[in-house]
């Protein structure tokens, strides 16, 4: 009866022991079990928030902003990952993140275009001016100079003239030569030359307003250089002024009565008031001459006369010693007249006839050093008499040349108030 007694009292033991270790082991799996499902949330939760931000998160343009509960270790933070569904980075812009829609929440943006495409040829739209900007405009063919500087009411034009105060004026000059030589036969001893020259200034009409309108104008001063050539100046008294004491020979200065040229512009518009310049004749002069050196064409010429025919030959000979370089003679006429009952008449090169005035006439293109034979050559002519024989007469040669004188005089202004516009120069 004891040992029986033993063994029940043995048993009792084991059964609560077993049940307590499997409540132990019960509550520790329950315990296991709650601290993996806290694990768990908290992991959920810093994928949450990681998706918000806007360099990690998911792409605008996904179909979910969830995260899949599969996608994120148990046991480890997730750091890059790779399986798909997973949260990968989008692309990092050219200029900035775009923000969503939630984190612009209260905040009005403003477009701001940054430049087009480049197969578009447009300008971008202007963007809207912050307050810190201009209003102002410019045009697309005004330059920033240009904006910055005030516009006066100028004309450069002719006429009429409309100047600032500050505005030179403008005027333009003209020198006319003529070289008047006598020939006799082919002898150059015998050769008498004289040349003159005169000057001339142009003054635009609307020159005359400002003249009147203003009781002491800027004095117009000049002065002519290379004037050793010049055996006398001759000046307008009426307007000019000069200081005869000067003593340098290759220039002289001059200035003009501004009282006295008023008046006198005034009277040639009551004159001509539809004219857009008036020219006003300053002075004269002469230049030395040396005979036949001094001529830009030297001529001889040459007579046979029979009681039935009449021949006639003229030499010429471009002449660079009384020339400034690079000059020609442009539009050379020579004239010759025939008495004696001309019929007919054979010229080389050809010659015009003119039976009412009984003259022929050559004319010739230009003549310089480029020319054949440098410039050298000879008219020649047979006339046909009925009533011969004819006397030898006086010829006539006529040409021209621009943009040269044959003093070599020049002009330039001195003081202020005034520009020189233009320079002509010619002589004949």
Not at 92 to 104: G, I, Q, V
């Amino acid at each position: 009866l004891f040992w029986s007694l033993v063994m029940i009292v043995d048993l009792l033991v084991c059964c609560f022991s077993s049940q307590g270790q499997l409540k132990r082991n019960s509550s520790s799996d329950e315990l296991a079990r709650s601290r993996l499902q806290a694990s768990y949330n908290d992991r959920r939760v810093n994928s949450d928030l990681l998706s918000l931000d806007p360099l990690f998160g998911p792409p605008l343009d996904a179909s979910s902003s969830a995260v899949s509960s599969s996608a994120v270790p148990l046991t480890a933070r997730p750091t890059t990952p790779l399986a798909s569904g997973t949260i990968v980075p989008p692309p990092r812009p050219s200029s900035r993140p775009k923000l969503s829609a939630t984190k612009l929440a209260g905040i009005t943006e403003i477009a701001r275009p940054f430049s087009p495409p480049k197969n578009c040829n447009a300008s971008p739209p202007p963007a809207p001016l912050a307050r810190a900007e201009s209003s102002s405009s410019l045009s697309s063919t005004a330059s920033l100079s240009a904006a910055n500087t005030p516009t006066v009411g100028t004309s450069r034009g002719p006429s009429p003239v409309s100047l600032g105060s500050q505005d030179s004026l403008p005027i333009a000059v003209a020198f006319t030569e003529s070289v008047n030589a006598y020939f006799k036969g082919a002898d150059p001893s015998k050769c008498i030359v004289k040349i003159t020259g005169d000057m001339t200034v142009s003054f635009p009409s609307g020159i005359i307003k400002i003249f009147t309108n203003n009781p002491s104008p800027a004095v117009l001063s000049f002065r002519l250089k290379n004037t050793s050539k010049l055996e006398q100046v001759l000046p307008n008294q009426q307007l000019l002024f000069s200081d005869p004491s000067q003593s340098d020979s290759n220039s002289k200065d001059f200035w003009l009565n501004m009282q006295a040229l008023t008046a006198y512009l005034r009277k040639m518009s009551e004159q001509n008031p539809a004219v857009s310049y008036y020219n006003v004749d300053i002075l004269k002069y002469q230049v030395s001459s040396s005979g036949i050196q001094s001529t830009p064409l030297n001529l001889a010429v040459y007579w046979k006369c029979s009681p039935s025919t009449t021949d006639v030959r003229v030499d010429y000979r471009y002449n660079p010693e009384a020339l400034p370089s690079r000059a020609s003679l442009s539009s050379i006429q020579v004239l010759v007249p025939v008495d004696g009952g001309v019929t007919s008449m054979q010229s080389l090169p050809a010659a015009l006839w003119n039976a009412e005035q009984n003259k022929a006439l050559w004319k010739m293109s230009d003549v310089s050093e480029k020319s054949e034979n440098e410039g050298s050559g000879s008219l020649r002519a047979k006339f046909e008499l009925s009533e011969g024989p004819s006397n030898p007469a006086t010829l006539a040669v006529q040409f021209f040349s621009e943009g040269h004188t044959l003093s070599g005089v020049e002009m330039e202004l001195v003081g202020t108030g005034y520009r020189l516009s233009l320079t002509k120069k010619r002589f004949t």
